[in-house]
């Protein structure tokens, strides 16, 4: 069993900087396709930014040149760094991982193509 554990969220001002961070397992961190997702109220759950298990990143649109997802192997973090924030970036922020060996990773934007989730960290932005 895979254990992910989310910090960082909190209240922010429009414009300002909030940075996430999902502990994970070593092997996670090197070897599974990882993203940060996020939900609203009324609204689906969506990809944020992630790695594939080749490393490759991946942003949507609307956070495109403001957010950038690392990985930080010393500590077996996956981090989400949010600048420039809008009050439509505020949701629920959950870090998701999956196993390609297992079939998942197929798709870095589907829900479905991760095995394991965090508890999810509160993110507001006020303007």
């Known amino acids: 069993q895979v254990t992910l554990v989310e910090s960082g969220g909190g209240l922010v001002q429009a414009g300002e900087v909030l940075t996430l961070s999902c502990v994970a397992p070593d092997y996670v961190i090197g070897r599974y396709c990882m993203a940060w997702f996020r939900q609203s109220p009324g609204r689906e759950r969506e990809v944020v930014a992630s790695?594939?298990?080749?490393?490759?990143?991946t942003y949507s649109g609307p956070v495109e040149g403001r957010f950038n997802i690392a990985k930080e192997k010393a500590s077996n973090t996956l981090v989400l760094l949010m600048s420039s924030l809008k009050p439509e970036d505020t949701a629920v922020y959950y870090c998701?991982?999956?196993?390609?060996?297992?079939?998942?990773?197929?798709?870095?934007?589907?829900?479905?193509?991760?095995?394991?989730w965090g508890q999810g960290t509160q993110v507001t932005v006020s303007s």
């Open positions: 998701a991982a999956g196993d390609p060996r297992r079939g998942y990773c197929y798709d870095v934007a589907a829900p479905g193509a991760y095995r394991y």
């Open positions: 790695f594939d298990h080749y490393d490759k990143t």
